[in-house]
C-alpha cells in the first residue's frame, strides 16, 4: 500500500536523467534547510548536501540528497507573493496648502512690483519655486489615483 508521501519519491524516477533547474535546486535547499533548523540535520551535513545540491545536475542527484528525510514533516510551504502595494492617498491638505502658498507667493509678487520692495519679490519667487512642484506632484499624484481606481500600476517583471 502507498503512503502518503510515496507519490513525490515515485514522481523524480520518470524524469531522473533529466536536468534539474535552477529553482528545483533552490526547492530541496529549502527544503535542508528545514530539516537542519528542525534538527534532523547537524550543520556539516547540512552544509555538505547543499554544496552537493548547488552541484549536482539531474533529478536522480537531487533526489538522493533529501532521500532518508520523511517528506511530509518537512514540507516547507513556498515562498506566498507579496500584496500588491496599495497606494498611500494623497493628503488634500497638503495639496491645498501648497495651492494657496503659490497664491500667497503670486500676490507677494504682484504687491512687491507695486511698492519696489525687493524682499516681498524674494519671498514671492522662493515661494512659487518651492510650492508649485509639490503642489504639481501631488497634484498628479491624485489624478492617477482617481483614474486607477486607487491601486498602484503593475510593476515590469
Known amino acids: ?5 510515496d507519490e513525490q519519491a515515485a514522481a523524480p524516477a520518470g524524469r531522473s536523467l533529466l536536468r534539474a533547474s535552477h529553482a528545483d535546486r533552490e526547492q530541496v535547499i ?6 537542519f533548523v528542525q534538527g534532523r540535520l547537524a550543520k556539516d551535513e547540512f ?8 552541484g549536482s545536475r539531474t533529478y536522480a542527484e537531487i533526489a538522493t540528497l533529501t ?7 518537512i514540507r ?16 488634500k491638505v ?5 495651492c494657496v502658498i503659490i497664491v500667497g507667493a503670486a500676490g507677494s509678487i504682484l504687491a512687491a512690483l507695486s511698492t519696489n520692495t525687493f524682499l516681498l ?16 506632484t501631488l ?19
Open 30 to 35: 529549502e527544503t535542508l534547510k528545514a530539516a
Open 1 to 5: 500500500m502507498a503512503g502518503p508521501g
Open 67 to 73: 532521500a532518508d528525510l520523511p517528506v511530509g514533516l
Open 76 to 91: 516547507t510551504s513556498p515562498p506566498a507573493d507579496p500584496a500588491p502595494a496599495q497606494a498611500q492617498p494623497v493628503s
Open 121 to 136: 519679490l524674494v519671498a514671492g519667487v522662493l515661494g512659487i519655486l518651492i510650492a508649485a512642484p509639490v503642489a504639481g
Open 47 to 54: 552544509d555538505l548536501r547543499v554544496s552537493q545540491t548547488l
Open 94 to 98: 497638503l495639496m491645498w496648502g501648497a
Open 139 to 157: 497634484m498628479l499624484d491624485w489624478w492617477r489615483g482617481n483614474r486607477s481606481g486607487g491601486q498602484s500600476p503593475p510593476r515590469p517583471a
